[in-house]
Every structure is written in C-alpha cells, then in structure tokens.
DNA sequence: TGAAGTTTCTACACGCCGTAGAAGTGTGGC
DNA sequence: GCCACACTTCTACGGCGTGTAGAAACTTCA
C-alpha cells in the first residue's frame, strides 16, 4: 500500500533528513532538480492523501513533514513484506543467514 | 524492480506451492477465477520476461515454474527494502524490537 | 488434412506517477 | 482598503504497469 514512485521517495528522504517541517520550496530547492514548485506540491499531496506526511496548514506557507520516522515506515515495509508468505520464520532464518557476519553479531547484541 | 501485481502474486504463489511446474491450463484451473486462459499466458509470459519464471518450451503444451523459492524471493525483497534505506542495522534493530517473544526466540536460535 | 488445443500478437482500460500550467486565494506593504 | 506577490488548488497530460482477452498463427494427433 504505501509504495512510492522514485520522487515521492526523493521527496520523504529529504523530511526524514530534516529536523524541521519543510515548506514546498524548501524541498524543491533541496532537490536541486528544476522541477516546478507546483510538481512539488502535487507529490506532497499524494503523500499526504497516503499517509505518510501530514501538513500544517496553520502557517503559510503550508509545512510538511513525515508522519513517521524513516525507521518506522523501512519497519512497515518489511512486515508488508513478511505478510505476503505464509510463514514468516522460514523466511526470516533465510534472512538471517543471508547477513554479513558483522550484522549477525550485531543481530545478537540487540536480541540480547 | 521484483514488484508484482495481484494476479501476477497468485501466479506466483501456485508456482510456489507446486512440486511440478504447471501448464498455463493448470495454473488457469487452479486460479478458480473465471480467467481466459490467454489472460494466464500474458501473466506468466511477463513474470518470465521479469525473470522470476522459467519457462520449458520443450514440452507442449509450455510449462512453467518459478526460478526462485518463495523464501529465496522473499528474501530478495527484505533486502530490496532495506537497501533504501541508509543504515541498514538502525532498522534491523528496530524490526527486531517490534516482533514476537516466540520469533525473537526463534531468531536466537538461528543465531546460534 | 482437418479439428482441437496451444501460443503469440495486439489491444484496451484503468490507475499510478512525474510533470506542470492556469486559475484561485491569502497576505504584507503602502 | 487595495494591490502585487507568494502560495495553493485544480486540472490535465503522457507514460508505464497490470488485468483482461480476442484474433490470428501455429502444433499435433487422429
């Protein structure tokens, strides 16, 4: 449900980057790709109507920013993922034996 | 890139469940869907051309299997996933903290 | 060789995405 | 209060992916 075509993602990196909301100049600047402000507004409307950012339409301009964090939604993703087989455990000890090792080390520190 | 449709994702998944590989009739019955068989044709012709079907044209009529295990694929998509993303652990760590007792102790276990 | 089964070719509709102009609306300065 | 300017909304178009399938070509077996 929540995939993203390659600007909206462009667009989401540049509001998890950012401390602050951003204005739809600011993110069109920082995209530094020449795209009319209006292009932007139009992504940033998309991603709202999904979801993903909401807008603070007190101030003018409008402010958006990341409804979640990017950890949060990378976190969705695999799950949407893990959701489309029938038994996820099988698929997570193929994972797991896909990592590096340094990852695995690091996989059993943060499991404790 | 692996991204697929509905059908395509059904296709897929009696490729997956199947010990043979299946003639397009085959698949078009088991789909219990009411489908033209050449609508099935054009789906595992384009899962082919995406390169997640093999396709044995010796025998007629064509059969058709999938190149790559559930888990295999699977997987695939996990790291298609968090290869968006510019940190790959931060995220693990995460994931791990958002699933189950029983998983995070089966994820042990693998870990060794 | 013809009928039945199989495959290929072509096509259409629909929805998503990148893209942006035109038109509408709010705002700060005069 | 009004105007220019900044900002937002509306509308739209082209391309691509996907579900869908008919028409035509091809293969095989009787």
Redesign the interface.
């Known amino acids: 449900m929540a995939?993203l075509g390659e600007l909206e993602?462009s667009v989401m990196s540049l509001l998890w980057d950012s401390a602050q909301p951003l204005s739809a100049n600011e993110v069109c600047e920082l995209l530094d790709e020449d795209l009319a402000v209006t292009t932007v507004l139009t992504v940033l409307a998309r991603l709202e109507k999904k979801g993903m950012v909401r807008r603070e339409r007190a101030s003018r301009p409008h402010r958006y920013a990341a409804v979640a964090s990017?950890?949060?939604h990378?976190?969705e993703?695999?799950?949407e993922?893990?959701g489309?087989?029938p038994d996820?455990?099988?698929?997570?000890?193929?994972?797991?034996?896909?990592v590096s090792d340094s990852?695995?080390a690091?996989?059993?520190r943060?499991?404790g």
């Open positions: 995939s993602r990017r950890e949060e990378t976190v993703m695999l799950n993922v893990l489309t087989v996820r455990e099988v698929v997570l000890a193929r994972f797991i034996g896909s990852e695995a690091a996989l059993r943060i499991l």
